[in-house]
C-alpha cells in the first residue's frame, strides 16, 4: 500500500542496490542477497570485525528528477535493537539525472541483530523544502545470528523464560524442555526462543566465539530456520483454496503465507512460474499414488533457504583450520 502525502511526489519506482559490501575493507559482496533485499553480515570468517561499509545506487525516474526542485536523496540505517540510527546524504550523478550512490557505514560495536536501510528522495514542493517525495523498498542488513525470518516482517521471534513464561504465554510451561516454540497464527505467526534452555541464548547471540562454537551455533540456528520454514509453508498450503469454476488452486489472501508459498516454490520448481508452480504443488500434494513427492522437494528447498549447505561447509571448515593451528602449535612445542 502506498503513503499518501498531502502533495505531489513522484509517480515512478525509486529503486535501491546494495552494488558492494566491505568489512574491514576486505571485499564480501558475496553476502548480498538481491532477491531478498539482505546482506548477510553474520557468520563470517571474521568474527571480530569493526567497520562495515556498503556502496549503495539509488534510481528515481529521470523527467520527475529533471522537473523537481532541489532533489536530494538520503540513506538511512536504522536499527530497533541498538536504538541507533544514522544517515547520510548520497552523491548525485552529474553525468545521469536521477541516479544517486555513496557509502554507508557501520561501526560493529553500534549495530546487532537487523538494520534495515531505506533510502528516500527529498525535494521542495510548494516552496516547502526537504518534502519526502519517494521511497525506495527497504534493504536489511543481518548482523547478528537468529535465525531468518521465514517472510521479512512477518514473523517474530521473541526470546522468553519457557519455565516462567507470565500468564498470557502460560500454554509455554508445557514445553520447558525444548528450545523453541512456533505459533502458527494465520494473522501474525510467532516463533518463541526459550530463554530457559541453559546456554541456547548464549550460543545463539553470543559474537564471540571459537570456531567449534560458531559451527554449533550454525547448525542450531539452520536447525530452527528450516524447522520454521517448512512448519509454515504446510500451514500455507493448508490455506490454498479451490476455485469452483476451474478447479484450480488459488493462493492464500494472507500475504504472509502467499510470499513464503512463492518464495519456496522458486527453489522447488526452478522452471515454472508462481502460479504454475501451486498448481503443481497441490497436485503432488493430492496424489494418492505418492504423497510424499511435495516434502522431498521442501525439504532440500528449504535447508537452501536457510542456507544450512554453506553454513554446515564454512563450519566443517572453520573446525578444520583450528585444528590444523591446535597440531601445529603442538608440533611446534
Known sequence: MKTLFPYKTLFGDVVMTVTAVTIDDASVTDRINP?????????????????????????????????????????????????????????TDTNTVGRWSGEVTLDRAFWFSDAEIRCGIVATVDGESDRIVGWADPWNARLDDLPNRPVNGAINITWIDFSNPGQDKIYLSKFQEHYTYLSID?????????????????????????????????????????????????????????????????????????????????????????????????????????????????????????????????????????NEKDEQGTTDE
Not at 37 to 61: C, K, M, Y
Not at 222 to 236: M, V
Open 35 to 91: 532477491d531478498q533485499r539482505l546482506i548477510e553480515l553474520h557468520g563470517i570468517d571474521r568474527e571480530d570485525w569493526e567497520v562495515a561499509q556498503l556502496t549503495i545506487e539509488v534510481t528515481a525516474p529521470a523527467a520527475e528528477i529533471h522537473d523537481a526542485k532541489d532533489p536530494v536523496c538520503v540513506a538511512v540505517v536504522n536499527c530497533g535493537s541498538s536504538n541507533t540510527r544514522v544517515s547520510t546524504v548520497l552523491e
Open 186 to 322: 494465520p494473522d501474525e505467526p510467532q516463533l518463541f526462543l526459550n530463554r530457559g534452555f541453559d546456554g541456547l541464548e548464549q550460543l545463539l547471540v553470543d559474537r564471540r566465539r571459537r570456531s567449534a562454537d560458531r559451527a554449533l551455533h550454525d547448525q542450531t540456528r539452520a536447525s530452527i530456520a528450516n524447522t520454521t520454514w517448512t512448519a509454515l509453508f504446510n500451514s500455507a498450503m493448508n490455506a490454498v483454496d479451490v476455485d469452483d469454476a476451474t478447479g484450480e488452486p488459488i493462493f492464500p489472501a494472507i500475504d504472509w503465507q502467499r510470499s513464503l508459498l512463492e518464495t519456496l516454490f522458486s527453489r522447488m520448481y526452478t522452471d515454472k512460474a508462481p502460479q504454475e508452480a501451486l498448481a503443481e504443488a497441490w497436485a503432488a500434494r493430492s496424489a494418492a499414488d505418492n504423497p510424499g513427492v511435495l516434502q522431498e522437494l521442501l525439504m532440500p528447498a528449504s535447508a537452501a533457504q536457510v542456507q544450512a549447505p554453506r553454513m554446515l561447509r564454512e563450519g566443517i571448515r572453520s573446525v578444520t583450520r583450528e
